[in-house]
């Protein structure tokens, strides 16, 4: 059964920073790992989707990794803003599930100070 | 191109009552699926609907239920509602051409049970 984690569960780092959160997964059988972003009482807005076959994916200020064989992958935020802070959580498809099916860890609350 | 809509947006009931649940997934796209989130539990999937049919369900008791109508809109209900029923109910669609397409989720149902 995968099972996703994400250390820290709580980040707070000065602006202009940069900083990796990190998501581990203990099957690699999976169609496409998502990051989001969630907003206090609010839903999730998708920031960035790795497919299997691909080893990292960038918008903006983010970059996102995935390395299957080991198990992980990173979101790589350069130069933090206040508008950064959020929760971020990764989600993972894994192979034989149905596309809605996604397994999410319990995400990492960040903080940015001005 | 409007988002995935949920509604309500908040809801309070009473223990023993039951609730339903309504979201608009993004214009073409059929899969929609429904997650619960807690602070205790994260988010947990609750169940996939794809054209109509009930493709996966998560763990959850048969007090849970939902249905997928002809225009991909999507209800979910909540019987004999509980205290522990209490939590952000989201909901997401997703084309499902391809089994490693991105996940769209909408602002959520904060439901509190009295």
């Known amino acids: 059964k995968q099972e996703v984690t994400q250390i820290p569960a709580a980040l707070s780092v000065p602006e202009g920073e940069n900083l990796v959160l990190n998501c581990s997964f203990t099957d690699s059988a999976i169609y496409n790992l998502q990051w989001f972003r969630q907003d206090p009482g609010k839903g999730l807005t998708s920031l960035l989707l790795?497919?299997?076959?691909?080893r990292e994916q960038t918008s903006g200020r983010l970059n996102a990794s995935l390395d299957k064989s080991s198990g992980r992958s990173t979101l790589y935020i350069a130069a933090s803003q206040p508008g950064d802070s959020a929760t971020y959580l990764c989600a993972t498809l894994p192979v034989g599930g149905s596309q809605g099916n996604l397994i999410f860890g319990k995400g990492t609350k960040l903080s940015v100070k001005p | 191109k409007a988002g995935v809509t949920q509604t309500p947006r908040y809801l309070i009931k009473t223990r023993g009552q039951q609730v339903t649940l309504s979201c608009s997934p993004i214009?073409?796209?059929?899969?929609v699926s429904w997650y619960q989130q807690t602070p205790g539990q994260g988010l947990q999937f609750l169940f996939e609907?794809?054209?109509?049919?009930?493709?996966n369900k998560g763990n959850f008791p048969g007090r849970f239920s939902g249905r997928q109508f002809s225009n991909s809109r999507s209800e979910m209900n909540v019987s004999t509602l509980e205290l522990g029923d209490s939590a952000l109910y989201l909901c997401?669609?997703?084309?499902?051409?391809?089994?490693?397409?991105?996940?769209?989720f909408g602002q959520g149902t904060r439901l509190t049970v009295v």
């Open positions: 997401a669609s997703s084309l499902e051409q391809r089994r490693d397409t991105e996940a769209f």
């Open positions: 790795i497919q299997s076959s691909q």
């Open positions: 609907y794809f054209s109509e049919t009930q493709r």
């Open positions: 214009s073409g796209h059929r899969s």
